[in-house]
């Protein structure tokens, strides 16, 4: 017999993966019964693997209510949303996908700071909506080629980012719990130190109670009143009431976000400004890239079925 997967977010697959994981697995999808919690009840000694996202809560109480439950896949690079630390207390792999999406993602990052310093988003509401007169020309903007950027968490998707900066001639540090020896990049020893020296502040941290508003007031007054904050991270990272104020006092230059703190809500108060560029958490929805994940999360699922072992297994964390 196939063994039991339960599917918890109910976004759809691309066609040939749900093929190859229907052929693999009998799937439980708990929003097609008329009570999803009924489902999984009904089908909690049998469920083995674990379908989630990045975006998906996966609590231990969940968890828990899978006595059998051997492998968590999740599609997306930051795991956040999983209880990881009480799944590998029960002897539960997790898995992620990474690195498929580390370009989408950095590209992301670029059209945020070229959208916010080049304001590329009010200029189109100026053409659109016909204010575009010799009369009233468009306020300047500010260059963004030379300029000093500071990325916070240099792993796969933060270097990505780096590396993008190249073509831009900019100078470049980063932050990270310890420096790298394996890039050409000068590291800051502190967030404040880093968000000082720069004009433009990229976060591409991991999430969760680590980085919990590590993006502070006295991190937002040292970027200061041109600086720019870019965040493809996670909303977390950043204390978003305390992004909001700065930027209506004119304490920060600006801000492009792709993240927020209570996804899908956004403060009305980000939402009022012009200076800044929001996005629904899309930096790695592109149908290329948004393939490769779903792919690479059924290749997980599988090679559990098939081996016993993910081919993306999240580290112990402790
Ligand atoms: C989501 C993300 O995963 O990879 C991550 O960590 O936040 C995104 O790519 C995506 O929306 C699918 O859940």
């Known amino acids: 017999p196939k063994p039991t997967l339960l599917q918890q977010f109910n976004f759809p697959l691309p066609e040939q993966g749900?093929?190859?994981?229907?052929?693999?697995?009998?799937?439980?999808?708990?929003?097609?019964?008329?009570?999803?919690?009924?489902?999984?009840?009904?089908?909690?000694?049998?469920?083995?693997?674990?379908?989630?996202?990045?975006?998906?809560?996966?609590?231990?109480e969940l968890i828990d209510r899978l006595p059998n439950l051997r492998a968590i896949c999740s599609v997306g690079v930051g795991y956040d949303s999983i209880d990881v630390l009480h799944a590998q207390g029960k002897g539960i792999q997790v898995s992620n996908t990474p690195d498929v999406l580390n370009d989408c993602v950095a590209d992301m990052a670029w059209a945020l700071i070229l959208g916010t310093a080049r304001n590329i988003a009010p200029a189109d509401r100026y053409v659109r909506s016909s204010q575009w007169s010799m009369q009233n020309m468009f306020p300047l903007s500010n260059k963004v080629t030379g300029k000093k950027l500071g990325i916070v968490g240099l792993g796969r998707v933060g270097q990505a980012i780096a590396e993008r900066a190249a073509g831009f001639k900019m100078q470049l540090r980063y932050?990270?719990?310890?420096?790298?020896?394996?890039?050409?990049?000068?590291?800051?020893?502190?967030?404040?130190?880093?968000?000082?020296?720069?004009?433009?502040?990229?976060?591409?941290?991991?999430?969760?109670?680590?980085?919990?508003?590590?993006v502070d007031r006295p991190v937002l007054d040292a970027l200061g009143p041109q600086g720019i904050l870019v965040n493809i991270a996670r909303g977390s990272v950043v204390d978003e009431a305390a992004l909001a104020l700065a930027l209506q006092e004119g304490r920060l230059g600006a801000a492009g976000l792709d993240v927020f703190e209570a996804e899908p809500h956004v403060p009305d108060a980000l939402k009022s400004l012009d200076n800044v560029l929001l996005q629904p958490h899309v930096a790695s929805a592109t149908v290329e890239t948004r393939r490769d994940m779903f792919n690479l999360l059924v290749d997980n699922a599988i090679a559990f079925a098939q081996t016993g072992k993910v081919i993306n297994l999240v580290p112990p964390l402790r």
């Open 175 to 214: 932050h990270n719990r310890k420096a790298r020896g394996d890039v050409p990049w000068e590291y800051a020893g502190s967030l404040l130190e880093l968000a000082s020296w720069a004009d433009i502040l990229v976060l591409a941290t991991v999430g969760g109670a680590a980085t919990r508003h590590l």
């Open 18 to 60: 749900q093929a190859r994981l229907e052929q693999a697995f009998t799937i439980i999808r708990p929003w097609e019964a008329a009570d999803a919690d009924a489902a999984i009840q009904q089908h909690r000694d049998s469920i083995t693997v674990l379908l989630s996202s990045a975006l998906t809560s996966t609590p231990a």
